[in-house]
């Protein structure tokens, strides 16, 4: 069923019918020529059931509170902080474009509402201090994945959420390849300052200045502190840190900033609504297909298949890596990790690879699809926001999409990077 579903599925998108529907109708017409109609009534059934979910409902939360701290603006203080700590270096801006994007990671967890919110005023800004506007484009659109890796993370929520694994253990399991990818991309940027004459470092900012931006950062700082000391100090659940994070970016932006007004707050709640319910459609598509193939049995052929090709783990980990590359190209993350998942897990499961290992390279591997044509979501972002073709943004960004995938390789053979931090909590042996 999957050999046929893949191609019905790319004959929809390419026709330009919304992934949502592209999801229902494939299975839906398979089961229909397979004479099994009883199975069909179960597929859409199983599209409420798979949003009708307690843990779910963390996505429209963490959503809706990185809604809150944009509109609050919480980056330009972000940007402001990341200035005065690292402006100086060479091509200063371009390593707080990168910082800027790991601290906003810990707030939204969203790559697209990252390069929304950084793109706007950084590639501006970029461009008045010397950089070409598609090299500005290119660095905001490279750092922006470093969103959904380093916690709050959506599709860590969604991951944990299909594959019944602990949402803690991949929060954490996420904050050293999120940080190495950041701290990767500054090292290609100081490569490439010399090679291709990025504007000289800047004056380095004086203790008082320092200070000044960190007092204007600490409130918007401590929100990762808060959610994830909550969760690991057993005080509230990944659900519960949700609404807590709307809580308190509600609370800062009215009462300690006071840059957000009532008039604000229905805009708000319309964009986070309108993300949360395509979030959760998608979801609650994914999963009425998940269930569909079970019955159908495709993991269990697929994990055959693939075991008859090799049975070496590193070489299937090899051949994954490159699937889910392909994948992301055409696929949103979190629809991807719902079909994918439950497939491919339990074949390396089988093979000994830890389940948080493996989530964290399918997270990162699918988050960094995001970046790479033809359907890239955040290059059609970047584009907007830059004014800039897709095509040239697709190209200025090829030397830090290669980095990138140099690090997912990393991840994937040196499994101590993303389970180091789940061992040191106790939430793994």
């Known amino acids: ?21 592209a999801l229902i109708a494939s299975p839906a017409l398979l089961l229909w020529f397979n004479g099994q109609e009883r199975d069909i009534v179960l597929l859409y059934r199983n599209v409420y059931n798979g949003m009708d979910s307690f843990p779910l409902m963390a996505v429209p939360f963490f959503l ?32 707080v474009n990168i910082l800027s994007s790991m601290l906003f990671a810990g707030l939204s967890g969203s790559a697209v509402a990252d390069v929304s919110a950084l793109g706007a005023m950084m ?24 969103g959904p890796i380093i916690p709050p993370s959506g599709i860590m929520i969604i ?129 009425a297909f998940k269930t569909v193939a079970s019955l159908s049995h495709t993991p269990e052929l697929l994990a055959s298949f693939m075991l008859g090709l090799t049975e070496n783990p590193l070489i299937l980990l090899f051949l994954i890596n490159i699937l889910l590359f392909v994948v992301g190209m055409f696929l949103d ?45 955040v290059l059609f972002v970047t584009s907007s926001v830059s004014r800039l073709s897709v095509e040239t943004v697709a190209r200025a960004v090829l030397p830090f999409l290669a980095v990138e995938a140099a690090i997912i390789f990393l991840i994937t053979y040196v499994p101590a990077i993303s389970l180091t931090l789940p061992r040191l909590f106790g939430f793994l042996e």
């Open 1 to 21: 069923m999957l050999s046929l579903f893949l191609p019905l599925f790319l004959v929809f998108l390419f026709c330009g019918l919304p992934i949502l529907f």
């Open 64 to 95: 809706l509170a990185g809604e809150l701290m944009n509109r609050a603006g919480i980056t330009e203080r972000l940007v402001e902080f990341s200035q005065a700590v690292i402006g100086h270096f060479r091509a200063g801006l371009a390593h």
């Open 123 to 146: 590639i501006p800004a970029m461009e008045k201090q010397g950089y070409s506007r598609k090299f500005a484009a290119a660095i905001t659109a490279a750092s922006s994945i470093i």
């Open 159 to 287: 991951y944990a959420y299909v594959m019944g694994e602990s949402v803690a253990a991949l929060f954490l399991a996420g904050i050293v390849p999120g940080v190495l990818i950041g701290v990767s991309l500054m090292v290609l940027v100081r490569v490439m300052a010399d090679r291709e004459g990025l504007p000289a470092a800047t004056e380095k900012a004086g203790w008082k200045t320092r200070g000044n931006a960190s007092l204007k950062a600490f409130w918007p700082l401590l929100t990762p502190i808060i959610i994830m000391g909550g969760i690991l100090g057993g005080v509230f659940t990944p659900t519960e840190a949700s609404a807590i994070a709307v809580a308190y970016a509600f609370f800062i932006g009215f009462f300690v900033l006071r840059t957000l007004h009532a008039r604000d707050v229905p805009g708000i709640l319309m964009r986070a609504g309108l993300t949360s319910s395509v979030v959760l459609l998608l979801v609650g598509a994914a999963m």
């Open 333 to 377: 993350a979190g629809p991807a990790i719902i079909i994918l998942g439950p497939i491919l897990g339990p074949i390396f499961l089988k093979m000994g690879v830890d389940p948080v290992h493996f989530a964290i390279i399918m997270a990162v591997n699918l988050t960094v699809g995001l970046l790479t044509p033809p359907m890239g979501l």
